[in-house]
Structure formats: structure tokens, C-alpha cells
């Protein structure tokens, strides 16, 4: 029983750190990234060794200086606030979107000895309705985070926000319909493995395949949901100097960006459980690589699981990436244009992709 | 589920649930009624019930209560509705005790007289996505459509009426 407990907090905590490393370099990649897409330097402000390496570690500025700057900041509590929800805030906000990592399966299984160790931290049998119920507690971190400020900018951001969340998670929720008819499954490792298949033998049969607009529309809701440009009308710059957390500071606002950020991850995550194969590497199978033609490579296990690992860390660093090309490449959407794709597009599509995928699925018996 | 998870699970969701009702405040009461709902949502994933644990979440305590919020917060009800709210008639007062003294009559005589039936070991499957489907589309498959109709006709009526208004 204590090994089983060991076990289980081993994997949390490998599965949380998987996640806030991800949080703290994306970060960093955000940082670079816009620089290197608006077409200058950007994060270069850490030339600690003098000029003696050859490139400049402006990562650790990001990555070491600026958390520690952020949470030793002084904690403004704006007058009229309410303590209490303006303390739990953030905590809401950060909760449920990392809480959601606890379904994602990260690897198959590892055998040491006698036992066999399932690769995910909870194995729930209706792991997407879980990701979709926390998903939807993330709301209330942007809701009570605006309203106990007692600011209008807040109070408007949060009411934006969470009308775009609740719209984009039908869309969002409606889109996984088609994936979840594919597998036959709500469980996320069942799905996982369902992907370690080929199709005619040569095409790993990743969900992509056969989900292509189901992909789409979750991706687009996702990224609607991490509530970022195209679609940060929760915070919106120009308008509501930060929306829905203007009036926090310090480690709280920190947390509310760091949220967000995860929530990036988040999504990267679970569209790479669904629609990329999750920890698959195409040919793997758990005693090692079977290429089609016949051609086997044997590989001890460790190695195996190592490389499922590594290739969904990957998957998802992959996503993280186009999700930011996305954020430095669009304008702000309005906000009747925001409504109008969740209900009037998305939605739509999303129905349509249900109905193709059941009556095919019957059709293909 | 052991004794003292139950034990613990009860005493929060009872606390949370008074919370509820007593808290002057309409956000925080909202707020403890989520939490409530998050708890017993708890309650049934100790029991097995997966399936309506993650679904009690996503209705409940994702949509539902959003919407709750939503209207406290866009009415900004504040705290001074509270006192409105106990000062009632001394007639009113007296029901209120009567009634609540029946209730914790019937109650205590309940939990005397009935024994307590032993635990019953639920079938395999119990509570998950196969036997919430069976169940919903299969055995009660009519039911479960004139609801849909009901709604139906529930969400085309509150447009009109919405829309009457505007103009």
C-alpha cells in the first residue's frame, strides 16, 4: 500500500513539474519568439559573463530574475476589495488548469520487477469528461478574480471572459464529441493506445486522421479559452489595461500569467492525447520498433518508455509553438466577431462533425 | 468509502451547505453553493459513480452556477439586502421554527425507526459512461427526448419573450 502511495505521489509530482517547467519556458519562448517574429533582439538583457560566450543568456533573465522579481513584489489590495476573493483569485484561476494534467497519460506503462506501473496519474475512466469539468471551474478564477477588485476594468474583463468561456467550451466540448465516437472510449489512455495502431500498415492511425475539423475546432476553442490574442478580449490592452487582473500585483498577478500560460500547455496536451498520437512514436510498440516491411529493432524497455516520454513532451512543445506563432501573428478579434465564430461558426461545425463521424462510423459498421 | 473520508466529506459539505444559507453576502453564498457541489460531486466519485461525478461538475458547478454569478454580479446586489432579509414578522418567525422543529421531529424518528440497510456491492460498471448511456438512451429513451423537447420549447420561449421586450 505504501509503495502504491510512493508511487502515486512520484508520479504527481513528475506530471506537476512536467507542467510549470513547461509554464516557465514558454515564457521564455513567448519572449523570443515575438522577437524573432517581429524581426528584432529581444530577451537579451543578461550579458552576465561580460561578452566572453558567444550568445547571450538573456533565458536566464526570463527563467531565474523575473520570478523572483515577480513574487517578491509588493501585494497591492486595492480599496474596496474583497480579501477574501481577491487572495483566492488566483488560486482559482491556477487550480483547475493544473488539475487537469492529473488525466493526461504522459507514457505507457513501465514494468519494474512485479509491477506494473499505468503511466498517468489518475486513471479515470471518464478522463475527457474530467478535463472538460475542470475547464469549466476555470471560470471562476476569472470571475471572482475581476469582481473582488472592485474596478470597472475588471468587472468588464471578467464578464467577457467568462461569457467567451462558457461559449467556446460548447464548441470545444461538442468538437471532442467526433474524437471520443472514433475511439469509443472517454478514457485517455485507452485513446492513447487506440493511436498505436497503423493504417494499411504505414500510417500511424493518430487521430488527426480521422478527426481533422474536430482538431481544428478544438484547437481554435482551446486557444479561445487560454483567452490570448486573437481572442484576449478578457484582457485587452488598449481597452482594459489588463481586463480581469488590472488590480492585482506581484506573486498574485504572476499567478494569474502563469495560469494562462498553463493553460497553453494544457491545451497542447490534449490535443496531443486526441488528435497526435499522445506518447505514441510512430512504429513503437513496448519491446521496440516494428517498421512496416518487417524490418524489427528490439529495444530494452526503458529505453521504450523514455522515448513515449520524450516524444509527448516534444508533441507538445510543437503546439505550445504554433499556438504562440498564432498569439504574435493575428489582431484582436471584436466582440461580436468573438461570438459570432463561437456560436455561428464553430458550433455549426462542430454538429456537422458529430453527425459525419456517427454516420459513418455506422455506415463503416 | 471509509467512515472517516465520510466523516470529513459530510462535515465540509454540511459547513459549505450552511454557508449557503447563512453567508449575508450573494457572491460568497453563490461561491459556497459551488463548493458544495464540488464536494458532493467528491461524494460520488467515492462511491463509484465517475460518470455522474464529472457530470455533476460540468452542469452544476461550471455552467449553472456560472450563470448564478453572473446575475448577482450584474445586478451588484450588495450586502444590504441582508438585513432586509431577517427582519421578519413575528408570526413569520414563529412558522419558521415550528416548521424546522416538525422537520427535526420527522427526521430523528427517521433515522431511529429505519434500520439502515447494509451496503449493497453496486454491479461492474456501475455509474460509468456505458451504464449512464444504457440507461439514458436504451431503458428511457422516450422520457429522455420529451425532455429534450421540453427544453426545447423552454429555450424557444424565453427568445420570444426576450425578444418581445426589446422591441
Redesign the interface.
Same mark, same amino acid.
Given at each position: 500500500m505504501w509503495a502504491d502511495a510512493g508511487i502515486a505521489a512520484v508520479k504527481s509530482l513528475v506530471m506537476l513539474l512536467l507542467a510549470l517547467n513547461l509554464t516557465l519556458v514558454l515564457l521564455w519562448v513567448e519572449r523570443k519568439g515575438s522577437a524573432l517574429i517581429q524581426d528584432r533582439i529581444g530577451a537579451n538583457r543578461a550579458n552576465i559573463f561580460g561578452g566572453i560566450l558567444p550568445f547571450n543568456l538573456g533565458i536566464v533573465n526570463t527563467l531565474i530574475a523575473d520570478p523572483i522579481k515577480m513574487f517578491t513584489k509588493e501585494d497591492v489590495i486595492p480599496d474596496g476589495a474583497?480579501k477574501?476573493?481577491h487572495f483566492f483569485g488566483p488560486f482559482l484561476a491556477v487550480f483547475p488548469v493544473l488539475a487537469t494534467f492529473a488525466a493526461v497519460p504522459f507514457g505507457d506503462v513501465l514494468v519494474i520487477g512485479d509491477r506494473t506501473i499505468n503511466l498517468q496519474v489518475a486513471d !479515470?475512466?471518464?478522463g475527457i +469528461?474530467?478535463v !472538460?469539468?475542470?475547464s469549466? +471551474?476555470s471560470?471562476?478564477g476569472v470571475?471572482?478574480g475581476g469582481?473582488a477588485t472592485n474596478s470597472r476594468w475588471s468587472?468588464l474583463g471578467?464578464?467577457r471572459g467568462?461569457a467567451q468561456m462558457?461559449s467556446y467550451?460548447i464548441a470545444m466540448g461538442l468538437g471532442l464529441i467526433g474524437a471520443i465516437l472514433t475511439f469509443g472510449t472517454?478514457d485517455l489512455q485507452a485513446i492513447a493506445r487506440a493511436q498505436g495502431a497503423t493504417i494499411w500498415g504505414v500510417i500511424p492511425a493518430w487521430g488527426i486522421i480521422y478527426q481533422p475539423l474536430g482538431f481544428l475546432i478544438f484547437l481554435v476553442a482551446g486557444i479561445a479559452e487560454t483567452k490570448r490574442v486573437p481572442f484576449d478580449l478578457p484582457e485587452g490592452e488598449s481597452e482594459l489595461t489588463s481586463g480581469y487582473f488590472t488590480e492585482y500585483s506581484g506573486s498574485k498577478q504572476a499567478t494569474f500569467m502563469m495560469s494562462d500560460f498553463a493553460e497553453i500547455v494544457v491545451v497542447s496536451a490534449l490535443a496531443t492525447t486526441l488528435f497526435f498520437g499522445a506518447w505514441q512514436v510512430p512504429y513503437l510498440a513496448r519491446d521496440g520498433f516494428h517498421f512496416p516491411g518487417g524490418f524489427a529493432l528490439a529495444l530494452p524497455q526503458l529505453v521504450v518508455v523514455a522515448m513515449q516520454v520524450v516524444s509527448f513532451i516534444l508533441k507538445i512543445l510543437v503546439l505550445c509553438c504554433f499556438q504562440i506563432l498564432v498569439r504574435w501573428s493575428l489582431p484582436r478579434y471584436r466582440y461580436d466577431q468573438l461570438m459570432d465564430l463561437g456560436w455561428k461558426t464553430l458550433l455549426p461545425l462542430a454538429l456537422a462533425n458529430v453527425l459525419l463521424t456517427a454516420v459513418i462510423i455506422v455506415l463503416a459498421g | 468509502m471509509g467512515p472517516v473520508t465520510f466523516a470529513v466529506l459530510a462535515t465540509a459539505l454540511v459547513v459549505s451547505a450552511l454557508t449557503v444559507v447563512v453567508h449575508p453576502s450573494p457572491v460568497k453564498s453563490a461561491m459556497a453553493l459551488v463548493v458544495t457541489l464540488f464536494l458532493l460531486a467528491v461524494v460520488f466519485v467515492f462511491l463509484g459513480a465517475h460518470m455522474i461525478a464529472a457530470l455533476q461538475v460540468i452542469v452544476y458547478a461550471g455552467a449553472i452556477m456560472v450563470l448564478f454569478l453572473f446575475v448577482i454580479m450584474l445586478l451588484n446586489l450588495s450586502d444590504d439586502g441582508a438585513e432586509a432579509r431577517h427582519q421578519g414578522g413575528a408570526l413569520f418567525r414563529l412558522g419558521a421554527w415550528i416548521g424546522g422543529g416538525v422537520l427535526a421531529v420527522e427526521l430523528a424518528a427517521l433515522f431511529l425507526r429505519v434500520p439502515f440497510p447494509a451496503p449493497a456491492t453496486p454491479p461492474a460498471g456501475y455509474g460509468g459512461a456505458e451504464a449512464v448511456a444504457t440507461a439514458l438512451f436504451v431503458d428511457y429513451l422516450l422520457p429522455f427526448e420529451l425532455t429534450s423537447i421540453l427544453l426545447l420549447v423552454a429555450i424557444v420561449g424565453a427568445v420570444v419573450l426576450a425578444q418581445r421586450r426589446a422591441a
Open positions: 474583497d477574501l476573493l !479515470l475512466n471518464v +469528461l474530467y !472538460l469539468a475542470m469549466g +471551474l471560470v471562476y470571475v471572482l469582481w468587472l471578467a464578464i467568462s462558457i467550451e472517454l | -
